[in-house]
């Protein structure tokens, strides 16, 4: 049988009802995370949108610059040109 001082060592061990989280508690909780967490979402969205649209834009341009080597070499070659690296 529990006496007075095993209640007492339970009542140090447990939560008070004012120390336990209610579910409206939990419940506010889950919706400033989830808010928090859509505007991460939201700046990884704009990050990875600009990384895309550089990426698009790095590959033009090497595709640019392989063209108009192409385009020299073709000319140097019509024009009797050697090239040196």
């Known amino acids: 049988m529990l ?3 095993d209640i007492q060592k339970l009542v140090e ?3 008070t009802r004012e120390e336990a989280v209610t579910k409206l508690d939990f ?3 889950k919706n400033e995370y989830k808010k928090e967490f859509n505007k991460f979402l939201t700046k990884l969205d704009e990050k990875t949108g600009k990384e895309a649209d550089k990426i698009q834009e790095e590959t033009m341009l090497k595709n ?3 063209r108009h080597d192409r385009w020299i070499n073709k000319i140097a070659n019509k024009v009797d040109v ?3 690296s």
Do not use: G, I
Request: charged residues 45%.
């Open 82 to 84: 050697k090239l040196e």
């Open 64 to 66: 640019k610059v392989d």
């Open 27 to 29: 419940d506010e909780f």
């Open 3 to 5: 006496d007075n001082n």
């Open 13 to 15: 061990v447990f939560a």
